[in-house]
């Protein structure tokens, strides 16, 4: 069983930036390729990122390409969620999860999830 926990979340203006960092305590993190969510209320939740476990390949949401940015670090077990420029309706709870295969956007193929973290983008 894989423990992920978020932290970064916050309060950032519209324009501003922040990075979301997902810690994993599982013992084989640079096989499991890694995603991003996020869910507002009263909608679904979305895929915003992933990376695979190679680290070569990576799966952005249209509405954030070039906006945001995913990393991962397999030395500190750590994924990380670089976000730029940062627009009023991304205000949400951001969840990292993890999966033992490839590249996917759908939440349905992600086994491990953290409890997320509340980032609020003020107008």
């Known amino acids: 069983q894989m423990q992920l926990v978020e932290s970064g979340g916050g309060l950032v203006q519209a324009g501003g930036s922040m990075r979301l960092s997902c810690a994993a305590s599982g013992r084989a993190f640079s096989s499991y390729t890694m995603g991003w969510f996020r869910q507002a209320p009263g909608k679904e939740r979305e895929c915003v990122a992933t990376i695979h476990w190679s680290g070569t390949r990576t799966y952005y949401a249209d509405s954030v390409k070039g906006r945001f940015r995913i990393s991962r670090d397999n030395a500190k077990s750590t994924v990380y969620l670089q976000m730029n420029s940062v627009k009023p309706e991304e205000t949400a709870v951001y969840y990292c999860?993890?999966?033992?295969?490839?590249?996917?956007?759908?939440?349905?193929?992600?086994?491990?999830w953290g409890q997320g973290t509340q980032v609020t983008v003020s107008s």
């Open positions: 999860a993890a999966r033992f295969g490839g590249l996917s956007y759908s939440q349905d193929d992600y086994e491990y």
